[in-house]
């Protein structure tokens, strides 16, 4: 039942904000279970998700994290709100744009994070927007804190999915490329990025 409203939810918004949203359909367990796997499975962690949608990748979490940790997901898109608040009564959602996200953590009193896990639609994004939400999630993560999104394979040639990888590389110490996940509509990797934090 929640799977199909997630998917009437998504699809809605989708077809209303398309360049907001940036995909047809939620991610895939297999490819949300990659993205929540850069999640700590004990101790007070505190994760941020950015972009949840209707919260399949949310729900990848909360298998994984331990009920100690704070699980915080910024989404911008108020029928997504909406949907998260009513289905996934256990997430702390936060309405607004990951351009704020300093000021948006600080606001429930968080100043640092233990892991971003994105699904953010990266590629609609242009230079300068890529580069200040990028900028945020650095000024939020603690050092040897951990950040991971996905991209589309059939996207990988264009510019500004290179553009994005290059971002990546002088955001971050390590920039880990994952093998692709087929079994997701479009098929789609993780990159997993560190600060070495020394
Ligand atoms: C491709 S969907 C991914 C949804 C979900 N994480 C998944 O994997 O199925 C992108 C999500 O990012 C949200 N979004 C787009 N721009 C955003 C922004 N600047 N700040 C916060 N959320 C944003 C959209 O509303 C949408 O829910």
Redesign the pocket.
């Known amino acids: 039942m929640t799977a199909a409203r997630d998917l009437l939810t998504?699809v809605s918004?989708?077809v209303r904000?398309p360049g907001?949203?940036?995909?047809v359909?939620?991610?895939g367990r297999a490819?949300?279970d990659l993205?929540a796997s850069v999640a700590p499975v004990n101790g007070t962690a505190t994760v941020v998700?950015?972009?949840?949608?209707?919260?399949?990748?949310?729900q990848a979490l909360r298998r994984r994290l331990p009920p100690e940790a704070r699980h915080v997901a910024?989404?911008?898109?108020p029928g997504?709100v909406a949907h998260l608040t009513r289905t996934r009564p256990w997430l702390e959602v936060v309405r607004?744009?990951?351009?704020d996200l300093q000021k948006l953590l600080a606001d429930i009193g968080i100043t640092q994070v233990d892991a971003v896990v994105?699904?953010?639609?990266w590629t609609?994004?242009s230079r300068e927007?890529q580069r200040g939400?990028m900028e945020q999630v650095s000024r939020v993560l603690v050092p040897g804190g951990v950040f991971t999104t996905?991209a589309y394979r059939h996207v990988m040639h264009l510019p500004t999915q290179r553009r994005f990888r290059e971002l990546l590389e002088e955001s971050f110490d390590e920039v880990r490329v994952t093998p692709t996940v087929w079994r997701n509509v479009p098929p789609a990797l993780c990159y997993q990025c560190r600060n070495l934090g020394v």
């Open positions: 998504f918004s989708a904000s907001v949203i940036g995909a359909a939620p991610s490819l949300c993205l998700e950015l972009g949840p949608g209707t919260g399949v990748v949310s910024v989404e911008i898109d997504m607004g744009d990951a351009k994105s699904g953010l639609p609609l994004f927007a939400i996905f």
